[in-house]
């Protein structure tokens, strides 16, 4: 799923195979490149200025400055790399980071603050914190799908927390790779921020040397190599990967709710990269006798969003076109099409498709779909959708509409997923106050808004204390009293242990 000539004053770095100088890039043996790149990052993170908080917010500012003067070159590079519309690329990727930087730069004085903790009060007087500080140097894999958001919205959340970067956009969005190749150097500290490109041999390279953290968005093929070249050096990771996310349907009695639901469901499944996005819907679960009514409006909704051709975006390449195309082939698929199911590999387009209750071993049912293709399983009661989400992997994200309280906190309670949204889709991507990131095989580690700041960061504990009070029950040589005292302080009975203290009780 995942993954020029440039003027010589831009400063990014690509690595090929073959060792080779030319005017307008430069190019390096691989292994000595990254080497010397990584002790150039090393010595900038040693200098120390990314600790300070004033460094931290000029690099957001450049971040801003970038979203904004090159507002243009970014549509131009996505609708190159993926067929988005810019509309599209604003609300998904440039909108959601400049709401992203500037909600992190209001709140990065308070994230980075030390917290005060408790202490206990036999420690009296003591002070203990927790002082969040840098990891080091980290390593961020893009994936092709959002190419500038899952770039740089970790990349501002490692900045923020006082890191140095290098980040490998996916080669599979070669536009978008070769911008932020171009145009990171010019806007964020060129030593303390790097853009590697190249293929897969590259991130094999990268992941051959020692991290203070890895976060990979990808597949889960993908992340297993990389947590297996990490487990070399014990390398952090964290890893975001997609799953079938299902969207649960109830009954709706009111048509504008029905309406409502169904217009962010088709937004949620063909806008949304038509479909090519780890947190898209996957597949409906309905009961059986409201199945009908939601497929005619999805119908007609669908029509109405995609009137247009570039309304929706384009199928990555022919590789994932043939995929896509795979799961139509089987015939006991083919037959549960009840809209679309047209494809044209020239144009590498794909008609929204619906599908009603496909074999639940066909592949369109055990494989990530990642397209414009939405199958629909229906369910004899809606209660019956939960038995059915926790026969699945644990999702990235599950989806129910529903104004029934009780399958809500059902849903909550007995499922395990990254998030859970309610009557809406694919919008808790862009809520900073909450945590993004998978469960189980939909990945581990959280980013967005805080949790990208605590995700690039470690929580080191502080205690203080003085030289006033000293209990000397604490060292040898041992007997029952202060055994006796120990207790005392371990069951914080403090009335006891001070009249153990005075002699007046033992």
């Known amino acids: 799923r995942h993954r020029g000539h440039q003027p010589a004053s831009v400063h990014f770095v690509s690595y090929s195979s073959s060792a080779s100088v030319s005017m307008g890039s430069l190019h390096e043996e691989p292994g000595h490149g990254i080497g010397d790149l990584l002790s150039g990052l090393q010595e900038a993170y040693g200098s120390g200025r990314t600790k300070d908080l004033a460094w931290r917010r000029a690099q957001l500012k450049g971040l801003l400055r970038l979203l904004t003067e090159k507002e243009e070159e970014i549509f131009d590079a996505l609708h190159d790399d993926l067929g988005k519309h810019r509309a599209e690329s604003y609300r998904d990727e440039l909108g959601a980071l400049v709401k992203s930087v500037n909600h992190t730069l209001k709140n990065l004085e308070r994230w980075a603050a030390p917290e005060k903790a408790q202490a206990p009060l036999v420690s009296f007087p003591a002070t203990a914190l927790v002082v969040p500080e840098p990891l080091g140097v980290v390593l961020v894999f893009s994936c092709w799908n959002l190419p500038l958001g899952l770039a740089l919205e970790p990349v501002s959340g490692a900045l923020a927390a006082g890191n140095v970067v290098v980040v490998k956009p996916s080669e599979l969005a070669p536009s978008t790779a070769a911008f932020l190749a171009a145009n990171i150097p010019r806007y964020l500290d060129p030593k303390a921020v790097k853009v590697i490109l190249g293929g897969p041999e590259v991130g094999e390279q990268l992941m051959e040397h020692r991290w203070d953290k890895v976060l990979f968005t990808g597949s889960a093929n993908v992340g297993r190599l990389i947590l297996t070249k990490a487990a070399k050096h014990l390398t952090p990771v964290a890893l975001e990967l997609g799953s079938k996310c299902p969207c649960i349907v109830d009954q709706l009695d009111s048509k504008r709710d029905r309406q409502i639901a169904v217009n962010r469901i088709a937004g949620a499944k063909w806008s949304v990269c038509a479909g090519q996005a780890c947190v898209a819907i996957d597949y409906i679960l309905v009961e059986e006798k409201f199945a009908p009514i939601l497929i005619e409006l999805l119908k007609s909704t669908v029509k ?108 909550i309670n007995e499922t395990s997923s990254g998030s859970i949204t309610f009557n809406d889709a694919t919008v808790q991507y862009v809520v900073e106050g909450l945590p993004f990131g998978g469960v189980g095989q939909s990945g581990f580690g959280q980013y967005h808004g805080k949790y990208s700041f605590e995700l690039f960061s470690n929580k080191k504990a502080v205690f203080k204390r003085s030289f006033l009070i000293e209990f000397m029950f604490r060292y040898p040589p041992w007997d029952d009293s202060k055994i006796g005292m120990l207790r005392h302080v371990f069951n914080t009975n403090y009335i006891l242990l001070l009249l153990g203290l005075l002699g007046l009780r033992r």
């Open 304 to 411: 109405r969003f995609t009137a247009t051709p570039e309304c929706m975006a384009k199928i990555l390449n022919t590789k994932h076109f043939q995929r896509l195309s795979n799961f139509l082939d089987d015939d006991r698929v083919a037959r549960s099409v009840v809209h679309g199911g047209s494809v044209n590999q020239k144009t590498l387009t794909i008609e929204p498709t619906i599908l009603l209750n496909p074999p639940l071993d066909s592949d369109i049912m055990t494989e990530e779909i990642f397209g414009p293709l939405l199958p629909i399983i229906t369910v004899k009661k809606i209660e019956d959708t939960i038995k059915f989400v926790t026969s699945m992997q644990k999702p990235l994200a599950i989806y129910a509409f529903t104004k029934n309280e009780k399958l809500k906190h059902r849903i």
